[in-house]
């Protein structure tokens, strides 16, 4: 079958849309499908995202629902606790504030962190990168020294100072 679109190449990629009710098939070649606009769906799909769902259900088959969840709701825009932990979204910024108690918890699972680190430029990334680097180890030498592990906090000390020559700081 030759590609919808181009009507040159064989068709390998399928799509099915399904709007208000009715399926329209679409058939496309590799190229034509890489450069599609109309193929965006809104949906925001992480692999992460995915495996972290399979492995909570995995490990936790029998998981109770907690129902006081299910009457935790933003004041001001009026979603729910159990609707954020789902899709990860708030509704407003007065959510934050809503659910403040179980945010966290929610974003590290979702997102897999609960702060936004931003995309790094191009041309101060490897720069960037170290610094967020130097930063991180920072944070587990005090960790080594305030559980005693001298040894590893030198070596991270020494990673440090390595890093910080590397962009003449």
């Avoid at 490990?59 to 729910?80: Q, R």
């Avoid at 809503?98 to 929610?106: C, E, L, P, R, Y």
């Avoid at 920072?138 to 070596?155: G, I, Q, S, W, Y």
């Amino acid at each position: 079958m030759l590609c919808q679109n181009c009507q040159e190449h064989d068709a390998k990629v399928h799509v099915s849309k399904i709007i208000n009710g009715e399926k329209e098939d679409i058939y496309l070649c590799e190229e034509c499908a890489h450069i599609s606009e109309g193929l965006d769906f809104g949906l925001d799909f992480s692999f992460n995202n995915l495996l972290t769902g399979l492995l909570n259900n995995q490990f936790h088959p029998h998981h109770k629902i907690n129902l006081s969840n299910h009457k935790i709701k933003c004041e001001f825009c009026g979603l729910s606790y159990d609707i954020f932990s789902k899709s990860g979204r708030l509704g407003c910024n007065e959510c934050y504030n809503s659910f403040t108690d179980k945010i966290d918890k929610v974003l590290r699972r979702i997102h897999g962190n609960n702060r936004h680190t931003g995309k790094v430029p191009k041309r101060a990334g490897e720069r960037v990168m170290v610094k967020r680097r130097v930063k991180e180890l920072r944070k587990l030498m005090d960790e080594a020294v305030a559980t005693e592990e001298f040894e590893r906090a030198a070596e991270l000390r020494d990673e440090i100072k390595e890093l910080k020559d590397e962009i003449g700081e």
